[in-house]
């Protein structure tokens, strides 16, 4: 097959004066050759296009294919994770993961609990903030977690998220209001262990890979699995393998999420996180079905690795769920 390559490169955007901040989510050179490098031994032909942008371009010129490996995260908006696969939904070409609708709502952590909730599966407690006025009505006591709604990578978290009590809230929502110009999403602060899970698939062909917890080390922000933390993971997180035949709660946790991603309706493969609260209940807390392919320094290859997966295989996978979606 033709292949397409759409993502968002994150030292094109550092050139075009874009801050590390703002970035980063993007992707790095090396991963985009290490898609393609997998996708050639796999027999397929690549095409590098790049971000929205110059998607549009090609498709105006003229340009085609089979399919396109799409990893762009979009630049501005709420619904920017969306913005290539509706492009492409336009011109009827297919794509690997979620669609555009799915996309636009998980970005959006809030809306994306009220579906979790609605769907009867466990996820806490929380509240938007729009305004500093809004945050008079919180119905639920601290200690708090706070982060900007619809962002991620951990962007907007470090160890100031946690706030333990209503008069620390104030300070902390309005720095994160005024440096993200978007909603803060208050929820009540999970002490408990920490997991990230790997899912393939799409509807009832959807499996859980396997679960690794995350133990933050001295050297850590603690309390939290922050944008820094996971920048510095080799010096400030230990990841280890969890399996339900050593650890019943595992069963409980990839139970979840298996039902989440199929209630959230994500394809192909991502990852879910979840922390269990003070009781060690295990709690949705959110999905990425964008989830980043950097062989050695994302979340999910480094869980397919704990798993004696190769890079190759899950690439292979991942491409045969949207092989098996479009042929239906």
Known sequence: MKIGLTYDLRSEYLAMGYSMDETAEFDRDDTISALETALSRLG?????????????????SGDRWDLVFNIAEGLHGIGREAQVPAILDIYEIPYTFSDPMVMSLTLHKAMTKRVIRDAGLATTDFFLVHAIAEMKNIHFDPPYFIKPVAEGTGKGTSSK????????????????????????????YLPGREFTTGVVGTGEASRILGTMEIHLLETAEQGV??????????DRIRYTLAKSKDDPLIEEVESLVLASWKALECRDGGRMDIRCDGKGKPMFMEVNPLAGLHPQHSD???LCGLLDIPYLTLIETILNSAMLRIKK
Do not use: M, W
């Not at 699995?225 to 080799?234: D, L, P, Q, R, V």
């Open 225 to 234: 699995y922050s944008h820094t933390n996971k920048e510095h993971f080799e």
């Open 161 to 188: 998220s946690i706030v333990l009590d209503k008069k620390g809230l104030e300070k902390t929502c309005k720095i994160l209001l005024d440096t993200y110009k978007q909603a803060v999403l208050v929820e009540p």
């Open 300 to 302: 999910f290859p480094i």
């Open 44 to 60: 397929h032909k690549t095409d590098r296009i790049g971000n929205a942008r110059a998607l549009i371009k090609r498709l105006s």
